[in-house]
């Protein structure tokens, strides 16, 4: 009879474990929560630039770029192919980038690859001798932390030695010390993809609506549900009820355009 309850237990914990990991994967599948779609919206890329808007075959070529694929290697902080694709085509009509968090420097050298020839791209990211400058706050969740530290472990990048180097400037530090006035309001696309601890992606974002120009673009990486990157996905969501984020559709991209003239409604000055 004890043998019986026993065994009956283990069959229900087995079904319990089993049902758990299909909701989660189909959570992850299908980019919902376990019960509940995530905050923040979601858009084809066109609805974020009309360059992206297809033709009768998908993709049109303005969308063409020099690329770098990532296939089936695992690279560290990396964007998956289509977001690296979206983030190359931005390029294409920018004149200054900046980008929060550079690891291997991928996006750095594609966005300086595919922007015009008087482009500048502007990236700043934590070196491996500078991990003491990291500013843990009691907020942040040490799965996020840990991960920022170990990813802050370059000084040498993709573009180093290449002809697209003279084009990037390159910044070492932390983020949260960071003075962005000599940029502000002058960037067609900024990019926050540093630390994903909330405390950073509050402070990055905050920096990054100052830097963005009116009509221009702010992206953020690694909004993936709460189980990827909670501080990303909390910190985001917060954002969202203040200004009109997006995500786009089958990437783990959020998305905010400047408008051309700021309204009453969201003063830039009360959000960064
Ligand atoms: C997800 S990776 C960036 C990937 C990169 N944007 C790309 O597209 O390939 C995160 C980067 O943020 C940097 N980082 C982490 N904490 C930082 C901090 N406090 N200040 C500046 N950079 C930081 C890490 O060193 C790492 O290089």
Request: proline share 6%.
């Given at each position: ?25 189909r ?18 890329p ?97 799965r996020?932390?840990?991960y ?32 962005v ?57 917060e954002?969202?009820?203040?200004l ?29």
């Open positions: 009879m004890r043998v019986l309850a026993i065994a009956n237990l283990m069959w229900l914990a087995i079904v319990v474990w089993l049902t758990s990991r299909l909701l989660r994967e959570a992850q599948r299908k980019q919902r929560n376990y019960f509940g779609n995530w905050p923040i919206r979601a858009v084809m066109e609805a974020v630039d009309p360059l992206f808007a297809p033709g009768p075959f998908g993709p049109r070529c303005d969308t063409e770029v020099a690329f770098v694929g990532r296939g089936p290697y695992a690279v560290d902080g990396g964007t998956s192919d289509g977001e690296a694709w979206i983030l190359a085509a931005l390029a294409k009509n920018a004149h200054l980038l900046f980008e929060f968090g550079t690891c291997t420097g991928k996006t750095a050298y594609l966005w300086a690859r595919n922007a015009p020839p008087d482009a500048r791209v502007v990236t700043v990211t934590l070196a491996p001798n500078d991990r003491a400058e990291y500013k843990v706050d009691s907020d942040d969740d040490t996020d932390v840990s920022a530290l170990r990813e802050s472990n370059y000084t040498q990048f993709l573009y180093s030695g290449t002809e697209a180097e003279s084009r990037i400037e390159q910044i070492f530090g932390d983020s949260k010390a960071l003075d006035s000599p940029w502000a309001g002058r960037c067609d696309v900024v990019f926050v993809d540093g630390s994903h601890a909330y405390s950073y992606v509050v402070s990055d974002s905050a920096k990054a609506l100052q830097l963005v120009r009116p009509g221009g673009l702010v992206l953020w990486h690694d909004y993936n549900g709460p189980l990827h990157s909670p501080g990303v996905y909390r910190a985001l969501n954002l969202g009820t203040r009109p984020l997006v995500r786009i559709s089958g990437t783990a991209l959020a998305a905010y355009r400047r408008p051309i003239v700021d309204s009453e409604a969201a003063p830039l000055e009360r959000l960064a």
